[in-house]
């Protein structure tokens, strides 16, 4: 789901979330596949991740939320989408919206805010995470609005899926086909998924390996 979100597929994230992907799970570095779309301004998967954002994280320990999971460095994802600053405005609001907390420090001792006005140097985005009452009433106007776009209704045999996950620790359908007796019908979607994002990202490179090229002959 990491590699979606980086993507921007919104639709395959969809997809893997309503097989019942968990939406903490974490890379090596801390990553959840949120902190990949706030960082890389994937505003669509930011929506949707930051709607339906209850998964597990460690070992029994359920019903967290990805918001305002940290990576190695300390880093939210509001924190993320501030110093990568595409699409940041748009971003930064469903985040907040969605209850992300804009006075998480990093382990640098830095909150979102302070990343805002001493590195990005946007006065709209620090009025912004600072939530005054007319900011507070169009965020909460907003998350009633994604709300109703992006929520997942399960149904009861995703909901089955979903309490298979929890008992794993750090669980995800994995592309390679890891912990594939959770499902099959879910790993088969999910292999689909991944495939196409790997055929997407192959031609990708192609296409700018044949770009440099005809640069470098011209």
């Not at 990553?31 to 779309?37: D, F, P, R, S």
């Not at 998967?45 to 029994?60: P, T, Y």
Request: aromatic share 6%.
């Amino acid at each position: 789901m990491r590699n979606q979100a980086i993507l921007g597929y919104a639709k395959q994230v969809r997809k893997l979330i309503e097989s019942g992907a968990n939406p903490c799970s974490r890379d090596q570095n801390g990553m959840t596949a949120l902190h990949y779309a706030a960082w890389n301004g994937n505003c669509d998967c930011v929506e949707f991740l930051a709607i339906n954002c209850l998964g597990s994280f460690e070992f029994l320990k359920k019903g967290r939320k990805s918001l305002n999971l940290r990576t190695k460095c300390g880093y939210t994802p509001l924190h993320l989408s501030i110093q990568s600053g595409i699409n940041v405005q748009r971003c930064c609001e469903s985040l907040l919206a969605c209850g992300c907390d804009p006075s998480e420090k990093d382990d640098f001792g830095r909150s979102s805010i302070d990343l805002a006005s001493k590195i990005a140097n946007n006065d709209q985005l620090v009025a912004l995470l600072e939530r005054g009452p007319e900011v507070q009433k169009r965020l909460s106007t907003l998350f009633e609005r994604l709300k109703t776009r992006h929520q997942v209704r399960f149904t009861n045999n995703n909901n089955e899926a979903r309490k298979i996950d929890n008992r794993l620790q750090e669980d995800e359908i994995f592309c390679c086909g890891q912990k594939a007796f959770t499902s099959k019908e879910r790993v088969s979607t999910v292999l689909k998924i991944s495939q196409k994002a790997v055929d997407d990202a192959v031609w990708y490179q192609e296409r700018r390996r044949k770009i440099f090229l005809s640069r470098k002959a011209s």
